[in-house]
């Protein structure tokens, strides 16, 4: 039975750790492999958000996640597992909802697993303990940082904080481990606008290894500000010509997350050549709206300036750079005619449905 317009709640999954290497479990009730949410508006998506406690350090922590089915039950047909980063304004379920309708228009709902976490930036009222990132400094979602812990907010139950991009490490690794899904292939990571900032310094440094059999493929759609390897960054007026800046006019604009310096503890694991190789190494897919050229929401600080006038040249200029210093057959650029920054129209355009569930 496929429940698509009906209130059936979509069951808890399970998952595992996070910065300090923690594991993450979620609660299950039993659940016939067929009954899958499904919604079409956010008030349904409802219904299909879970909680994703952790243990160890951090037991009784959680963060909330939107999935079309559980992950403890057997799910033979499911092929590939889209994971969809949200936007700024925290709204996971309306990525959710958009993400479900592009499996759908695409043909590959039937096979496919739509995953859409929550980074919440203030605690939840009630007894639970759920995980936030206050976008303090050191405690920003966007660029992998540590939620706030109790040392930093005596109303935090957090003991010690746990990295978002180690969230989606071990999403990953639970979903590629998982024998309910026999027949995975494919794990796809998309974010937009702010996800799209994510996804470009997750890609980068992320601690998800490579598993046998199964492709991961990142999405980066429509970001603010990409992560550059070095110092330089395109010329005024170009997308082609790159030099490195006077730093004496922009201090700030090769620090993290903007560039490589005084990078977070969960980036500074790996060296900057590390991390180069790594980037080099993964399947990366740049999706932009051409017409993803209006100020809305724009980083304007001089660092993010420095990277282009918006997020049409911005996107335009950082895969040049990468072709001209950093060139990999792995990565792709996709552009979108005739849309701006709106993560439906690009989710479910179709070059966008290409990128998601084509070859």
Not at 83 to 102: E, N, P, Q, R, T
Not at 187 to 204: E, K, M
Not at 240 to 253: I, L, M, Y
Request: one cysteine or more; charged letters at 20%; aromatic letters at 10%.
């Amino acid at each position: 039975m496929r429940l698509r317009l009906s209130a059936s709640t979509c069951r808890r999954a399970h998952a595992s750790f996070g910065y300090h290497f923690l594991w993450l479990f979620v609660a299950v009730a039993p659940l016939q492999a067929s009954d899958r949410c499904l919604p079409v508006n956010t008030q349904q998506a409802a219904s299909c958000r879970q909680s994703l406690p952790f243990s160890g350090p951090n037991s009784g922590s959680q963060i909330p996640l939107y999935a079309t089915d559980p992950l403890d039950v057997s799910h033979p047909n499911i092929e590939r597992a889209v994971i969809v980063i949200h936007g700024i304004l925290l709204d996971a379920d309306d990525y959710f909802v958009s993400m479900v309708k592009a499996a759908e228009l695409a043909g590959k709902l039937d096979n496919t697993l739509v995953l859409a976490p929550q980074f919440p930036d203030a605690p939840a009222g009630g007894p639970g303990n759920q995980l936030y990132w206050d976008s303090s400094p050191d405690h920003h979602w966007k660029w992998g940082d540590l939620s706030t812990p109790k040392s930093k907010d005596p109303t935090s139950k957090d003991p010690a904080g746990v990295s978002s991009f180690a969230v989606i490490d071990i999403l990953l690794e639970r979903l590629a481990n998982n024998p309910n899904f026999p027949r995975l292939k494919s794990l796809t990571l998309i974010g937009h606008s702010a996800g799209g900032q994510f996804l470009s310094r997750y890609a980068v440094g992320n601690a998800s290894r490579d598993f046998p059999g199964i492709r991961k493929h990142f999405i980066i759609a429509n970001p603010s500000t990409y992560l550059y390897l070095d110092s330089r960054r395109p010329l005024s007026g170009s997308v082609n010509e790159f030099s490195a800046p006077n730093a004496a006019d922009c201090p700030d604009f090769d620090d993290y997350h903007y560039g490589m310096a005084h990078r977070n503890a969960y980036m500074n694991r790996l060296s900057v050549p590390e991390l180069v190789t790594q980037f080099a190494m993964s399947e990366v897919s740049f999706l932009l709206g051409e017409q993803d050229t209006l100020e809305d929401g724009l980083d304007e600080s001089c660092a993010a300036m420095l990277q282009g006038r918006n997020r049409w040249e911005r996107g335009q200029a950082y895969f040049h750079y990468l072709e001209n210093y950093y060139p990999s057959s792995k990565h792709h650029r996709v552009t979108v005619p005739g849309v701006g920054h709106d993560h439906g129209l690009i989710f479910q355009s179709k070059e966008g449905m290409a990128t998601l569930f084509g070859p």
